[in-house]
């Protein structure tokens, strides 16, 4: 449930972000406040929808793919993950209050930057679920593991670590030292 809780309000405040850039980059597609309604929306396509549909479409186009040279296969590919971004597009539009005007700058482009989005989220998605967990954790009260505590905890040998890294002796050195003197 956290995992899920965490990747939602993560994916959530990014479609946020993406939406207002695609109103202010098109002044075609009004969002407005619309944009919170939109982003719930946008969010539980992408994590639900957007895959059901892309399986969908990858297994009709894998019954035609030996007849398709490499780089075909990848146009293909890339129509379909188009054509999920322009359903979604839709799904969008049509659920919230985000008003398009325009068959290009509204139904055409939009998709684009949705999959632009999309990489980008893609690329990024585990250190921001990370700090989101982090965030998290730290609002509900549970106890925050950095890698600091993690690694103290695990090594029994840390304190002697520590001691040699003061002064660049071994216990083993040290206690030589200590016998000579």
Same mark, same amino acid.
Not at 28 to 42: C, M, N, P, R
Not at 57 to 62: K, L, Q, S, V
Not at 134 to 151: E, M, N, R, S, W
């Given at each position: 449930? =956290?995992?899920?809780?965490?990747?939602?309000?993560?994916?959530?405040?990014?479609?946020?972000?993406?939406?207002?850039?695609?109103?202010?980059?098109?002044?075609?597609?009004?969002?407005?406040?619309?944009?919170?309604?939109?982003?719930?929306?946008?969010?539980?396509?992408?994590?639900?929808?957007?895959?059901?549909?892309?399986?969908?479409?990858?297994?009709?186009?894998? =019954?035609?793919?030996?007849?398709?040279?490499?780089?075909?296969?990848?146009?293909?590919?890339?129509?379909?993950?188009?054509?999920?971004?322009?359903?979604?597009?839709?799904?969008?539009?049509?659920?919230?209050?985000?008003?398009?005007?325009?068959?290009?700058?509204?139904?055409?482009?939009?998709?684009?930057?949705?999959?632009?989005?999309?990489?980008?989220?893609?690329?990024?998605?585990?250190?921001?679920?990370?700090?989101?967990?982090?965030?998290?954790?730290?609002?509900?009260?549970?106890?925050?593991?950095?890698?600091?505590?993690?690694?103290?905890?695990?090594?029994?040998?840390?304190?002697?670590?520590?001691?040699?890294?003061?002064?660049?002796?071994?216990?083993?050195?040290? =206690?030589?030292?200590?016998?000579?003197?």
């Amino acid at each position: 449930m =956290r995992a899920w809780l965490i990747r939602f309000v993560s994916l959530y405040v990014f479609n946020v972000v993406v939406l207002l850039l695609i109103g202010l980059l098109l002044p075609q597609v009004s969002v407005g406040w619309a944009v919170l309604w939109a982003s719930i929306i946008l969010t539980a396509a992408t994590l639900w929808i957007k895959p059901l549909i892309t399986r969908w479409f990858r297994g009709m186009a894998a =019954r035609s793919a030996g007849q398709r040279t490499k780089a075909g296969e990848k146009v293909v590919q890339f129509f379909l993950v188009l054509l999920v971004a322009y359903i979604v597009w839709v799904l969008v539009a049509l659920l919230s209050g985000v008003r398009v005007h325009g068959w290009f700058w509204g139904y055409v482009i939009p998709p684009v930057i949705l999959l632009i989005a999309w990489a980008i989220y893609d690329a990024i998605d585990d250190r921001i679920e990370g700090h989101a967990g982090v965030l998290y954790d730290k609002a509900t009260g549970k106890p925050v593991a950095t890698a600091d505590a993690a690694a103290s905890a695990s090594a029994p040998e840390t304190s002697a670590v520590q001691t040699e890294l003061k002064d660049g002796l071994t216990p083993e050195q040290r =206690r030589m030292l200590d016998e000579l003197g």
